[in-house]
């Protein structure tokens, strides 16, 4: 099982998707499973729904009742963890849960980017109003300068991508998801990956790791 996890702006979500199609993945990510929940009217959904609603986390109890189902239903599959867990608490309790299951986190997968590019990127992102197509000006740029491939529209930048927003997130993370590299470190599965430059390059890092790791 592999944790996947980096700062806001490392590219976590489009390297997980990449991975998962490479690597055959079974994808845990919360935010998914919790709206799915929602969604479906279940139970849980229902606990779940007003900690949705008011875009606050879901407290511990409720999100390890859905790490385990889905743990469960994935017993023989290959298991990515997607930003999850998201402090050093979740990690161990996590770590727990597996154990009953004869499972462990087998490789911890930290992106590394500096802050500066972090915010290089933010505000390089760019979207096409028409059809809603998503650039960056730095990861993964249109062919022509701010204009859609797609559709050949002028592309924009989205206005809530400014530096003290950024900033504030970078901040939270640190504080969150530090102590998990140390965490992780400690037992001797944490491996970085530099997050710089474009995806595909990010994403041959990784999978140089994961090749040597899946073998
Ligand atoms: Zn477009």
């Known amino acids: 099982m592999v944790f996947l996890f980096g700062p806001p702006g490392a590219g976590k979500g489009t390297q997980a998707d990449l991975l998962v199609g490479r690597y ?4 845990f990510s919360m935010g998914d499973l919790l709206r799915e929940e929602v969604a479906i009217g279940s139970s849980l959904g229902k606990k779940i729904e007003p ?14 009742e859905i790490v ?27 770590e ?41 000006e730095v990861t993964n740029p249109p062919r022509v300068s701010m204009v859609c491939d797609e559709c050949g529209n002028n592309l924009e930048k989205r206005e809530d991508d400014n530096t003290e927003t950024i900033k504030k997130r970078l901040e939270v993370y640190e504080e969150m998801t530090r ?12 491996v970085t990956i530099d997050a ?11 999978a140089r790791v994961l090749d040597g790791y899946i073998k």
């Open 24 to 27: 055959n993945f079974k994808k």
């Open 68 to 94: 385990e189902d889905f743990v469960l239903e994935n017993l023989n599959e290959k298991i990515l963890f997607d930003g999850f867990p998201r402090n050093l608490n979740q990690a161990i309790e996590l």
């Open 179 to 190: 102590p998990l590299s140390e965490y992780y470190k400690s037992l001797g599965i944490l």
């Open 96 to 136: 727990k849960l597996l154990a009953r299951y004869n499972k462990k986190i087998d490789l911890a997968i930290e992106l590394y980017i500096t802050k500066e590019e972090v915010i290089k990127r933010m505000l390089g992102r760019l979207y096409c109003s028409k059809c809603g197509a998503v650039y960056n």
């Open 196 to 206: 710089s430059g474009q995806k595909e390059d990010v994403y041959k890092r990784i």
């Open 51 to 64: 900690y949705l609603k008011k875009g606050v986390l879901a407290p511990d109890e409720i999100v390890f």
